[in-house]
């Protein structure tokens, strides 16, 4: 069996791609492949690029929305209550 391998810039530009034509902004973009590509460099191959597919899945399906509003709802010293307004896990967590 031949293993396709291709560099990670190729890749990363790749799922740059993907995100855009779903609508995201570029920067919102970067950071969702580049979190994508960093779990896949760290092994965890789960929630690598293998996820892409799926999100596009969802997006399809209008489950994620590709321009969120990002908000705190709540917060106290110690915690936040988030509202990603249904955008991608991988930009809403990292925060505004």
Same mark, same amino acid.
């Given at each position: 069996?031949? =293993?396709? #391998?291709?560099?990670?810039? *190729?890749?990363? *530009?790749?799922?740059? =791609? ?21 779990? =896949?460099?760290? $092994?965890? =191959?789960?929630? $690598?690029?293998?996820?892409?597919? $799926? ?13 969120? +509003?990002?908000?705190? #709802?709540?917060? +106290?010293?110690? +915690?936040?209550?988030?509202? %990603?307004? *249904? %955008?991608? %896990?991988?930009?809403?967590?990292? $925060?505004?």
């Amino acid at each position: 069996m031949n =293993d396709l #391998v291709l560099p990670y810039n *190729q890749l990363r *530009q790749f799922a740059i =791609d993907i995100f855009v034509k779903m609508n995201c902004p570029k920067e919102e973009a970067n950071l969702a492949a580049d979190v994508l590509l960093n779990a =896949d460099l760290r $092994g965890i =191959d789960s929630h $690598g690029l293998a996820r892409l597919s $799926g999100y596009v899945r969802l997006w399809e399906a209008k489950r994620i929305n590709s321009k969120p +509003t990002i908000s705190i #709802v709540h917060e +106290t010293p110690s +915690t936040a209550v988030v509202d %990603g307004d *249904q %955008g991608l %896990g991988l930009v809403v967590a990292p $925060g505004p």
